[in-house]
């Protein structure tokens, strides 16, 4: 990104067009991103793009035996459709293919990035792959490497992933496919370091998932706020994660935040004991899913059918509801606001949502957009 003909042509930009006109083709100068995968409740055509500048596309997976990424036959059409879909709404929206997912199998990515003939095989075929299905870019989300040999593999697999980018959009006369990746709140996860620098010098941004701190499944006997975004007592929040990148050496302006569009509910051991750290015994019956997670959609609700009480607190920057002895973890749109004018005034890339399906009418997505404001008010 950082090469001389690229600052060169941003200057002479600047100088010789209208404002107006920088900001119809800068790319990356706010990401309001979202993910959205085939069984999450809509369409790619009731995506109301024109919330978004950036939509990811999940997930694409690695055949362990060719090292080489596939789609699956389910999510073909929609995945080669994404982003004319997307775009019929929002033109400009960008679209990045998705790789991995919490549920890969993050041992077979741990093998195919131990030799330089698999590594390639993945990338190549990636980068195939993303411009065969119109996307703008690619989005690793390994999660996690499980060693310091998978971390260190994780480095070099990015350096080359970078450099065989370059030389396809070299050859090919095209701008730069895109290169992000999800990764851990904090530059260290399950006691592992990430490799901070080639992170920092080959991605185009992180995208920092500052959620499931808690969750009823790996913290069940108390609530807690799974997404907060300050954390005065214990640091475990999406500024101390921030706080922690920065002091590894990764420039602010790469990371985006994640925000959840989902919640976890806890059931209560004490129907009148409901704040925050409250006695529990893992999950409620309400939460539908394995991990006792509920989309904001159904959060809501729940929260209008049992007539829920709800508190936003401001310390930590999270909501919570209960109800009989439902406690439900989430964010709604006060912690939303909060935290975009968070990521806005540190100067972050911008925030991405998991995942644009679990919205309530938009609600969400709209007030985190709203609240950044039009992306041709941010360049000065
Ligand atoms: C995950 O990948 C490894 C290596 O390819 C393989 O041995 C293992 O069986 C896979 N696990 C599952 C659950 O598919
Ligand atoms: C808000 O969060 C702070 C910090 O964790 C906590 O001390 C306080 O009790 C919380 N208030 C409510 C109403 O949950």
Redesign the pocket.
């Known amino acids: 990104m950082a090469n001389y003909s690229i600052k060169l042509s941003l200057i002479i930009f600047t100088f010789f067009f209208p404002r107006q006109l920088i900001f119809c083709n800068s790319q990356n100068n706010v990401i309001k991103g979202g993910y959205w995968f085939r069984d999450s409740g809509i369409s790619t055509n009731n995506i109301d793009s024109t919330l978004y500048s950036h939509l990811f596309c999940a997930f694409a997976d690695l055949n362990p035996q060719s090292n080489q990424l596939i789609v699956s036959p389910e999510d073909r059409d929609s995945f080669v459709q994404f982003t004319s879909t997307v775009q019929r709404k929002n033109p400009s929206v960008k679209t990045l293919l998705s790789i991995a997912g919490g549920r890969a199998n993050r041992t077979a990515y741990g093998i195919m990035a131990r030799t330089f003939n698999s590594r390639k095989s993945f990338i190549d075929s990636s980068i195939k792959l993303a411009r065969q299905m119109g996307f703008y870019g690619l989005d690793l989300d390994w999660e996690y490497p499980e060693s310091t040999t998978d971390m260190t593999n994780l480095g070099i697999l990015l350096d080359e992933f970078r450099a065989a980018i370059n030389t396809e959009a070299r050859n090919s006369g095209r701008v730069s496919l895109l290169l992000t990746a999800a990764v851990s709140n904090s530059p260290r996860v399950n006691g592992l370091n990430y490799p901070v620098s080639s992170v920092a010098r080959n991605l185009d941004w992180l995208n920092i998932m500052a959620y499931d701190f808690y969750g009823p499944n790996w913290s069940p006997s108390q609530t807690n706020s799974h997404a907060q975004l300050f954390?005065?007592?214990n640091h475990v929040s999406g500024s101390d994660g921030i706080n922690s990148w920065i002091q590894a050496g990764v420039p602010i302006r790469k990371m985006v935040l994640g925000m959840p569009f989902y919640g976890y509910a806890w059931q209560l051991v004490n129907v009148n004991n409901h704040?925050?750290r409250a006695p529990a015994n893992g999950k409620s019956n309400a939460g539908s899913i394995d991990d006792g997670s509920m989309t904001y959609n159904q959060i809501r609700d729940f929260i209008v059918q049992n007539r829920a009480k709800t508190?936003y607190?401001a310390?930590?920057v999270g909501d919570?509801c209960y109800s009989g002895s439902t406690w439900i973890s989430y964010d709604d749109t006060q912690s939303i606001r909060t935290k975009v004018t968070y990521v806005k005034g540190r100067g972050l890339l911008g925030y991405f949502a998991w995942h644009v399906a679990a919205d309530q009418n938009w609600g969400l997505s709209r007030t985190a957009s709203q609240t950044w404001g039009a992306s041709s008010q941010e360049m000065k």
Request: hydrophobic content about 40%.
């Open positions: 954390d005065p007592v704040g925050l508190v607190n310390t930590i919570y």
